[in-house]
């Protein structure tokens, strides 16, 4: 089967490769401190509680630095008091799941102004720096690892490449790459003959601006064009073609009948400093597909707040989509009949089921994150919300110390009271509002009975399977 592979080749052969001098995807970021902060009780500048965590790879002498400022870097993963990650493969034989974390080069976002006021000489020369872009995602792959190690790899690149061409200045050439991508997809056939994705944020009212929004949807809906098709994404160089692209000829399908979910977030501050400083105002974004889950945990109250929905054919939303641009080629019984044995609705690859509506036209949504206002950030494979709700997450992460102590339990948890043996990952971000993530509502105590009833319906379980 073939969806016109020689005229996607020449259509994305017109996107230019974008400037690689440019600062692009890094697990680490730069910071300016005083130079008193490399010594053991040293604290971060404006924050007297705050103390830091980190090693430091200094670009100053220790001499030069005893007074002065001096610039460190600072490893994300390897931070465990501000970051964690945890995949386990369950009981399956090997596991699916993937994740990424890192700086992002991509224009920063944030709509609102910082709260902090300092004249200091440091402070003055942080606000005149450009704010990092932080990326946190989760890959829940199926039939394979294929797709999951795709996004992993590579994800993060399309998206920094386009945001590099729309960068421009040229809107006219930015409206037709998207026209040509939506042509590719038509290509296609079924649900995408009719497709119009919306190149701007839910209920944003901006389509296709060439801003974040615009910059997430293409670089989604390009990845996944690219991965079906085996062709080579445009800002690589011929040796670099991905090893998930040469299962099958270029242009024509992929034969890895498989895919993967993704949530994505993207955490744009108001100023150089990180967004996990106490005073520090953020904008975030998240981008998803399919039934990986991202929430936020709320300091005032405790509350989990979802920042996605999950994209099953039962959902109302994916049912009227569906509805909507499928209703030339299915029947009545469209709903659970048609649809039922699909898991997710949108995801990347799955190309047996493309022309029926499975996409990778990504939700996106907006929230701003007020000074402290949040405590940490969580982001799951069904691996995990599937045994334990979104609460129980929160609840369990506030009794941790670091986040990569949170995310070791709550894998570890999952692994001890469900029976699915699902593979599991979990990353924890720590946010402005985590020295307070115990004072709101019923701090870990609200859902501690629940936990504590899967624990021993879990043994009770065992105990009964050891006796048949």
């Not at 098709?229 to 099958?248: A, I, V, Y």
């Not at 929230?367 to 334990?388: C, H, K, M, N, P």
């Amino acid at each position: 089967m073939s969806w016109g592979g020689s005229k996607s080749a020449a259509i994305y052969g017109t996107c230019k490769q974008p400037d690689r001098q440019q600062r692009w995807f890094r697990d680490y970021f730069t910071a300016k401190l005083p130079g008193s902060s490399l010594h053991p009780d040293s604290q971060l500048p404006g924050n007297s509680g705050f103390v830091c965590p980190f090693y430091f790879e200094s670009t100053k002498s220790p001499a030069a630095s005893d007074r002065a400022a001096t610039t460190v870097r600072i490893p994300l993963r390897s931070a465990k008091h501000h970051f964690g990650a945890t995949r386990a493969r369950g009981t399956r034989p090997y596991n699916e799941d993937n994740y990424q974390a890192g700086i992002i080069s991509v224009p920063p976002f944030c709509q609102q102004p910082s709260p902090r006021v300092d004249t200091t000489e440091l402070a003055v020369r942080e606000q005149s720096e450009e704010p990092s872009v932080f990326y946190f995602a989760v890959f829940d792959g199926h039939g394979g690892d294929a797709a999951s190690v795709f996004l992993k790899d590579y994800l993060h690149q399309y998206i920094e490449a386009t945001a590099a061409l729309f960068g421009a200045e040229d809107q006219e050439r930015r409206k037709e790459l998207q026209n040509e991508l939506v042509d590719a997809w038509k290509e296609v056939g079924g649900y995408f003959r009719r497709f119009r994705p919306d190149f701007g944020l839910k209920g944003a009212g901006r389509k296709g601006d060439g801003g974040i929004a615009a910059t997430l949807s293409y670089a989604f809906l390009k990845a996944d064009i690219d991965f079906i098709k085996n062709t080579r994404p445009w800002f690589l160089k011929e040796e670099e073609m991905p090893e998930q692209l040469k299962m099958g000829d270029q242009g024509e399908i992929n034969p890895f009948s498989g895919g993967s979910t993704a949530s994505v977030v993207l955490l744009s501050s108001s100023s150089a400093e990180p967004y996990w400083h106490p005073h520090q105002t953020s904008t975030l974004i998240t981008a998803h597909l399919g039934d990986t889950r991202a929430l936020l945990c709320r300091v005032s109250d405790g509350l989990a707040v979802p920042l996605t929905t999950i994209h099953h054919p039962s959902s109302v939303s994916e049912s009227a989509r569906l509805r909507r641009y499928a209703a030339a080629f299915v029947s009545d019984a469209f709903g659970e009949e048609r649809f039922g044995i699909f898991a997710n609705t949108r995801s990347v690859g799955d190309v047996t089921q493309k022309r029926l509506g499975v996409t990778a036209e990504p939700e996106l949504t907006m929230r701003e994150l007020g000074a402290g206002e949040y405590a940490f950030l969580v982001l799951v494979s069904d691996g995990v919300s599937t045994v334990i709700g979104d609460q129980e997450i929160c609840d369990l992460v506030k009794e941790c110390k670091t986040p990569e102590e949170a995310s070791r339990e709550l894998v570890a948890f999952v692994d001890e009271v469900g029976d699915a043996g699902d593979n599991a990952t979990a990353l924890v971000v720590r946010l402005g509002g985590w020295e307070h993530r115990s004072e709101g509502g019923e701090g870990s105590l609200g859902t501690a009975g629940m936990r504590e009833w899967r624990r021993m319906d879990a043994i009770e379980r065992g105990s009964r399977s050891r006796r048949m």
